[in-house]
């Protein structure tokens, strides 16, 4: 009936693209709305990848945040977004800032956190350093003190392209940042994502993730040779696995967990440690520094970057479904060919390695994230 009404539109009423439009975009939601049913009665988890399938978002690699923001309201939303102070992080923040919400933005540096906000309005800015877990801990509390709601927790912050180096604990600092860090704030941020009835954890991932699996014998390259995509690659695998986990055990609470790739992104601060020559002999630059153009079209811009992000915060049409990962502003396909780029790798979706990354986390970080 609905794709019958779309032609009849097209054929008498060419001249009509407001109405068109409005009646194509209802088709797209009976469709989208069905297929949300046919995964209610799938499998509740994503384990194995069992929910890895697109859905039909109506968007694509080139979409921005604003694309898919419109028509979204959160006014009376609390959101956090950690690194949202610089690159797709203060694109997130400034998109869920002008849809209405309140926008907490943790910030190691609060002086550059406040240049790079002034004028922003609906944000707060609070002192946190992700490499310090009692910096983490005091932020949590006083969130947590002033009573509120959490709606929107975006654990956005992450480091690529570092030397070697350890914390406080002796754990490997891209583990200690990208991974170990969300896994802190989310269980500290709890009792707040369950006030808000229908939270969600957004969790930026990375395509990355294929460089390596997670390493439960040395995870803190204590005895093997360090290699620092192998240190990313196995950080973000990490984020995969507890946003997978965090899923299934967050259901009974109305929280939805989400792990996602925004994409090769230009004009981001993420390889500031890189060496000079790094990116020449990768063949991503000329000798003099210059991305090659050949490279620089291929790369998303910062928009661009921040709108799987932004999707995965507040699309309907996630809201029965928890636990995937996502790319270019749709639920990614599983990728079962460990020698290809793209999609999302089997063994960051697997249920027994989620399960045993959740207990190994709990000994690394020394908190038991019960979810009660």
């Known amino acids: ?12 009423e060419q001249n009509n693209l407001g109405r068109l439009n409005k009646v194509k975009e209802r088709y797209h939601t009976y469709l989208c709305f069905i297929k949300n049913i046919k995964y209610k009665k799938m499998k509740r988890n994503n384990y194995q990848g069992a929910l890895q399938y697109p859905i039909g978002s109506g968007f694509n ?6 694309d898919v923001i419109q028509g979204i309201d959160l006014t009376g939303k609390i959101a956090i977004v950690t690194g949202g102070n610089t690159g797709i992080g203060l694109e997130t923040t400034k998109t869920l800032a002008e849809a209405g919400a309140t926008v907490i933005v943790p910030a190691r540096d609060v002086e550059k956190a406040k240049r790079n906000l002034n004028g922003v309005a609906n944000i707060e800015i609070e002192a946190m350093d992700l ?16 009573g509120r709601p959490l709606h929107l927790l975006i654990n956005n912050a992450g480091i690529m392209w570092v030397p070697l180096r ?17 896994f802190q704030l989310t269980a500290r941020l709890w009792t707040a994502l369950k006030q808000a009835n229908g939270a969600r954890v957004v969790n930026v991932s990375s395509g990355g ?48 967990a989400y792990s996602l790739c925004p994409g090769a992104v230009g004009d981001t601060e993420l390889a500031r440690e890189a060496p000079n020559d790094l990116f020449q002999k990768l063949g991503y630059t000329d000798i003099e520094g210059n991305l090659l153009p050949e490279v620089a079209k291929l790369l998303k811009t910062i928009p661009q970057g921040a709108a799987t992000t932004i999707w995965c915060a507040t699309s309907p049409l996630l809201n029965a479904l928890s636990g995937v990962y996502c790319n270019n502003v749709e639920v990614s396909s599983l990728d079962t060919d460990v020698s290809s780029i793209g999609g999302v790798k089997p063994y960051s979706l697997d249920r027994d390695s989620a399960k045993r990354l959740w207990s190994v986390t709990e000994e690394l970080t020394g908190i038991t994230f019960n979810l009660k």
């Open 209 to 256: 993730h294929q460089f390596s699996d997670f390493n439960f014998e040395d995870p803190n390259f204590k005895k093997r040779e360090y290699e620092t995509l192998l240190g990313y690659g196995q950080s973000k695998t990490a984020v995969n696995l507890f946003s997978l986990e965090l899923a299934g055990r967050a259901k009974p609470f109305n929280v939805n």
């Open 166 to 182: 350890w914390d406080s604990r002796g754990i490997e600092s891209q583990l200690a940042t990208n991974y170990l860090a969300q």
């Open 61 to 66: 690699a080139a979409s921005t945040s604003r």
């Open 1 to 12: 009936m609905i794709a019958t009404e779309i032609v009849r539109i097209w054929s008498f």
């Open 131 to 146: 490499m310090d877990p009692a910096s983490i801990d005091a932020f949590a509390e006083k969130f947590i003190l002033s």
